[in-house]
């Protein structure tokens, strides 16, 4: 897989340290359509140098992201037809040979040394920087005096050490096809760590020679990465190497301007906890101790798995910010990709509903934005609504039930293939995700004696001067009791002549008791629908049920 010199080779290199954000996922995106649309190579590389921070069950996250949403790469680990090439290993916990030998070369030449300060030592030369009120900045005079014997000295005695690139002290000069010429004044650079006193490279050494060993020649990523190319830039020059196309794309931020972040979850968690005026957790979520201590400390986050159980405790919904979390709320990958590629990009003119192809075709760098773009949740989810209702039903039954066995496996094995077919039909119309038809459904897996109804929806809705709901449950459960034909078109003839005369022709008025008396709630599909789906005899059981209960 020999890339001939003009052939456009991009990457993209997560750090495998917990999901895919969306940013990383648009950044993966703009690489993949970047490469591609001109005929290039798309490489994915796992940054897993941090080796406190990295997981191989987070790469195998990512690596699943990136396909659900249909970002293929050519050159990568090795995964459900996608990957390989001979440019590997792709994981740079496996390069560390290559490394260094680049280490070795630098040191020889004199453009690299080993330091050997303590955790302390560096502290103190920060704090006195920090009471002549300078910023700190590593220029290892001590370290680069060590005599050759002293330090060969210390490395056979075990004493840790790290490698420090020794920075030349001339402006920087970044060149970026989106956000232009930056020149980073001489001595901003200090004499940076780049082989870490674990053995591993740091991201800033690993990147610059990954990038060239394969064949990069387009760097697009995220905008906080800018000022770090100021260091790649110096050592590619150190090194001898090419210099890539420097790239670097917007954040995505939320419309009030923060920043998305894991922590958005924890806000909605904890205004919904001190409206209700919560102490303790719900049974069987999080650990009453760790819960305290959240509750406590308002910058500490809950795991992703005790803030999904306390969500689902207190019915709220979490914001999504990873591309797995978009995928559990039901969003389609295309409607996704689509979205994202207008979060820092647009075609041109009025256009905003494309397809993969079509970024492929049309990405460009001159019309990515400079400024940060704002993730507009409810115009993704008026995406999903249009998407879903344009397509064909077979297809939303097929997706919808995927969605169901893979989230909703419960509910899925309580409905019958009848009942789960009628609630497509009956929902299709309104979804906006995959997911509202097991968010708004649940009652159909509840048993009919276990039902639980909503208590300010009875109050609402059953009880107050006659006739109420509870008149007109008693009035309909004998006219349904003798109805022979349960279809959506039986069920509306048989309880025409009702709501004609004793409900002024409102079907609201009868509706709203039935779906009470048979959900629980005031949400539900139709109700004939809803009455039809659930069958008579459960149907008649819940509204005797429900009568009786709150007679
Ligand atoms: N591992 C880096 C990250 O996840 C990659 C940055 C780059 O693309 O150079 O942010």
Redesign the pocket.
């Known amino acids: 897989m020999n890339s001939t010199p003009n052939k456009i080779v991009t990457?993209?290199?997560?750090?495998p340290?917990g999901h895919l954000h969306v940013g990383?996922a648009r950044?993966a995106l703009f690489c993949w359509a970047f490469a591609k649309g001109r005929g290039g190579t798309f490489i994915l590389?796992i940054?897993d140098t941090d080796q406190k921070r990295s997981s191989d069950a987070a790469s195998i996250g990512f690596v699943k992201d990136l396909l659900w949403l249909g970002i293929d790469w050519d050159e990568g680990p090795v995964f459900e037809g996608c990957g390989g090439g001979d440019r590997g290993p792709y994981f740079q916990a496996q390069r560390l040979e290559t490394y260094q030998k680049y280490f070795d070369l630098l040191i020889a030449s004199g453009k690299a040394y080993y330091a050997f300060e303590t955790t302390e030592e560096l502290a103190a030369f920060r704090d006195g920087a920090k009471a002549e009120n300078k910023p700190f900045r590593y220029t290892g005079e001590a370290a680069r005096s060590l005599s050759a014997e002293k330090v060969t000295e210390f490395l056979a005695a075990g004493k840790p050490a790290v490698i420090r690139f020794h920075t030349p002290q001339t402006p920087i000069t970044i060149c970026d096809e989106i956000l232009g010429e930056a020149i980073i004044p001489a001595g901003e650079t200090d004499d940076f760590v780049i082989r870490k006193a674990d053995g591993f490279p740091t991201?800033h050494f690993a990147?610059v020679v990954d990038?060239e060993l394969m064949g990069v020649t387009h760097?697009?990523?995220?905008q906080?990465?800018f000022n770090?190319s100021a260091k790649?830039i110096v050592l590619q020059d150190a090194l001898g190497f090419r210099r890539p196309i420097y790239g670097h794309l917007p954040l995505i931020f939320n419309p009030d301007g923060s920043k998305m972040s894991k922590r958005d979850k924890d806000k909605v968690l904890r205004k919904a906890i001190a409206e209700r005026g919560m102490t303790a957790p719900p049974a069987n979520t999080v650990d009453p101790t760790l819960f305290s201590a959240w509750i406590k400390d308002k910058n500490t986050q809950l795991d992703l798995a005790s803030a999904g159980a306390l969500a689902s405790a207190l019915g709220v919904i979490l914001p999504e910010i990873n591309v797995d979390d978009f995928r559990r709320s039901g969003y389609l990958p295309e409607v996704l990709c689509n979205f994202l590629s207008l979060n820092g990009w647009s075609p041109g003119g009025d256009l905003e509903k494309f397809d993969r192809e079509f970024l492929k075709s049309h990405f460009d760098l001159p019309r990515v934005v400079k400024t940060p773009a704002k993730f507009d949740r409810s115009k993704l989810l008026a995406f999903n609504l249009h998407a879903l209702q344009a397509m064909p039903r077979e297809e939303f039954v097929t997706k919808v039930a995927e969605h169901g066995r893979t989230f909703h496996p419960e509910f899925m094995a309580r409905v019958t293939h009848v009942q789960f077919r009628s609630l497509c039909d009956a929902s299709q119309e309104r979804s906006k995700t995959l997911d509202d038809l097991f968010r708004t459904n649940g009652f159909i897996t509840v048993a009919d004696d276990a039902l639980e109804w909503d208590a300010k929806a009875v109050k609402k809705v059953l009880q107050g001067t006659a006739p109420n709901g509870q008149d007109h449950l008693k009035a309909l459960n004998k006219i349904l009791s003798q109805c022979d034909d349960w279809s959506v078109q039986g069920l509306e003839k048989a309880i025409k002549t009702y709501i004609d005369v004793e409900a002024g022709g409102n079907l609201g008025v009868i509706a709203q008791p039935l779906r009470v008396a048979l959900c629980g709630g005031t949400v539900s599909p139709p109700i004939f629908d809803t009455l039809a789906i659930l069958g008579k005899a459960s149907s008649i059981k819940r509204i005797e049920r429900c009568v009786a209960a709150h007679a």
């Not at 990457?11 to 750090?15: C, D, L, N, Q, W």
């Not at 760097?219 to 995220?222: D, E, G, I």
């Open positions: 990457r993209f290199a997560p750090s340290s990383g950044t590389r940054e991201y990147v990038d760097v697009l990523r995220a906080e990465h770090n790649h």
